[in-house]
């Protein structure tokens, strides 16, 4: 095996590609022998991104071209006590972020929702997607092509069901737009994210399809999925996890955390997250759910893109007499237990505070549960922004915490 030097000399002579190096040495000689030579050929020290706790072979099938590792700081938020259709009982939640008075933010939140003794939590839909568009001749075509899916949607998922042991296609709708045919397949991919299954599926039923129908292939993926982008269809239809989270607050209990009134959070929330958010034309309703979703997603090695379409949420919240009701709902959230970036040892880690590491029994229920989770944070981070700004001291906090 070369060594680091020898390899980042012979990348600069031109007789290995910079892609190459693991086929010439270990893994972590490679990214060394990288890292070198970008350290080099950029005047650069890189000490810091070298300084990385895991095997670099264990993050070959995460990354390309590695060079070494990004940390990012991880506080905890909670206790938080979740009673969900999967999830039970209390945990923490790790949160992987630089913006400093975030986790205080949602730990504020946590300390009101455990005073009411927790949070409700359900997923109301697993459906991951896929929507590959098709080329026809005209709109006749189109119809026939459309009548065939609803005819045979049951050869589309055996079809899709060879290439997997765990995922099972559930339903396939069709879009016609003139001589383009969409069809979005939606998958339970248990207690994966599920993306790359559902793209390997669906390429599956696409073949069968081409055979059995006029309908041209033009690309696996048509954006009506949509994946990573914001789409009003995941709203509506939702995307990964569907999830709603809600709490009740007396009226005690919102002045002793928050330091104002459940009609002052109720008038906050109207004004600001439901008016303010239609006049914007906003697809999200919410105050800052995505600050949740991202930093448990970096916490815990989800696809960090697809905060695009966590952060597609509605909150909702009620003066119901003396006490307040607050609740949001997640349309479009992605995540998985198993596959992708969870497998990493600080992503595996942070699983584990949250007791979701790896597959369920039965299978499906550890994602479900994560989103759950996901989804009381997400409460927690709304309650307490709501409240911040109810109160007027959003600014204050900050310049309290340094920020």
């Given at each position: 095996?070369?060594?680091?030097?020898?390899?980042?000399?012979?990348?600069?002579?031109?007789?290995?590609a910079?892609?190459?190096?693991?086929?010439?040495?270990?893994?972590?000689?490679?990214?060394?022998?990288?890292?070198?030579?970008?350290?080099?050929?950029?005047?650069?020290?890189?000490?810091?991104?070298?300084?990385?706790?895991?095997?670099?072979?264990?993050?070959?099938?995460?990354?390309?071209?590695?060079?070494?590792?990004?940390?990012?700081?991880?506080?905890?938020?909670?206790?938080?006590?979740?009673?969900?259709?999967?999830?039970?009982?209390?945990?923490?939640?790790?949160?992987?972020t630089?913006?400093?008075?975030?986790?205080?933010?949602?730990?504020?939140?946590?300390?009101?929702?455990?005073?009411?003794?927790?949070?409700?939590?359900?997923?109301?839909?697993?459906?991951?997607?896929?929507?590959?568009?098709?080329?026809?001749?005209?709109?006749?075509?189109?119809?026939?092509?459309?009548?065939?899916?609803?005819?045979?949607?049951?050869?589309?998922?055996?079809?899709?069901?060879?290439?997997?042991?765990?995922?099972?296609?559930?339903?396939?709708?069709?879009?016609?737009v003139?001589?383009?045919?969409?069809?979005?397949?939606?998958?339970?991919?248990?207690?994966?994210?599920?993306?790359?299954?559902?793209?390997?599926?669906?390429?599956?039923?696409?073949?069968?399809?081409?055979?059995?129908?006029?309908?041209?292939?033009?690309?696996?993926?048509?954006?009506?999925?949509?994946?990573?982008?914001?789409?009003?269809?995941?709203?509506?239809e939702?995307?990964?996890?569907?999830?709603?989270?809600?709490?009740?607050?007396?009226?005690?209990?919102?002045?002793?955390?928050?330091?104002?009134?459940?009609?002052?959070?109720?008038?906050?929330n109207?004004?600001?997250?439901?008016?303010?958010?239609a006049?914007?034309?906003?697809?999200?309703?919410n105050?800052?759910?995505?600050?949740?979703?991202?930093?448990?997603?970096?916490?815990?090695?989800?696809d960090?893109?697809q905060?695009?379409?966590?952060?597609?949420?509605?909150?909702?919240?009620?003066?119901?007499?003396?006490?307040l009701?607050?609740?949001?709902?997640?349309?479009?959230?992605?995540?998985?237990?198993?596959?992708?970036?969870?497998?990493?040892?600080?992503?595996?880690?942070?699983?584990?505070i949250?007791?979701?590491?790896?597959?369920?029994?039965?299978?499906?229920?550890?994602?479900?549960?994560?989103?759950?989770?996901?989804?009381?944070?997400?409460?927690?981070?709304?309650?307490?922004?709501?409240?911040?700004?109810?109160?007027?001291?959003?600014?204050?906090?900050?310049?309290?915490?340094?920020?």
């Amino acid at each position: 095996m070369s060594a680091p030097e020898t390899l980042a000399d012979r990348v600069l002579s031109g007789d290995l590609a910079l892609h190459e190096l693991e086929a010439h040495a270990d893994a972590d000689t490679a990214v060394e022998a990288r890292r070198r030579l970008i350290a080099q050929e950029t005047d650069t020290d890189l000490s810091a991104l070298g300084a990385y706790a895991f095997d670099a072979g264990d993050a070959q099938s995460n990354i390309e071209n590695m060079v070494g590792a990004v940390q990012i700081p991880v506080g905890v938020a909670g206790p938080l006590t979740v009673d969900g259709s999967s999830a039970s009982g209390t945990a923490y939640l790790p949160l992987a972020t630089t913006e400093g008075a975030l986790v205080a933010s949602v730990n504020r939140g946590c300390s009101a929702i455990q005073a009411a003794g927790g949070a409700n939590a359900r997923v109301f839909q697993s459906k991951m997607t896929r929507a590959p568009v098709f080329r026809v001749e005209n709109v006749h075509e189109a119809g026939t092509v459309a009548s065939w899916v609803r005819e045979n949607e049951a050869k589309l998922a055996a079809a899709a069901a060879e290439t997997t042991d765990h995922g099972e296609l559930l339903d396939v709708t069709p879009y016609v737009v003139g001589d383009s045919v969409f069809l979005r397949f939606g998958y339970d991919t248990k207690d994966a994210m599920g993306m790359n299954m559902a793209t390997i599926a669906t390429e599956a039923a696409c073949e069968l399809l081409e055979e059995e129908t006029p309908a041209d292939l033009v690309a696996l993926s048509g954006n009506l999925c949509s994946d990573k982008k914001p789409a009003a269809i995941n709203a509506v239809e939702g995307r990964g996890r569907t999830v709603g989270a809600d709490v009740v607050l007396t009226r005690e209990q919102v002045e002793d955390r928050f330091g104002t009134t459940p009609e002052a959070i109720e008038e906050a929330n109207t004004r600001k997250n439901l008016v303010g958010s239609a006049k914007a034309g906003s697809l999200g309703f919410n105050a800052h759910a995505a600050n949740v979703v991202a930093a448990v997603f970096l916490a815990t090695g989800q696809d960090a893109a697809q905060v695009v379409e966590g952060g597609n949420a509605i909150t909702t919240v009620d003066v119901r007499g003396d006490e307040l009701y607050a609740s949001v709902t997640i349309a479009s959230l992605d995540v998985g237990t198993v596959g992708g970036g969870t497998k990493l040892p600080t992503q595996n880690e942070a699983l584990d505070i949250l007791g979701v590491r790896g597959g369920g029994d039965p299978p499906g229920t550890n994602a479900d549960a994560f989103a759950e989770r996901i989804a009381v944070g997400a409460l927690a981070g709304e309650l307490s922004l709501l409240g911040a700004l109810a109160a007027d001291n959003l600014a204050s906090a900050h310049e309290q915490l340094g920020r």
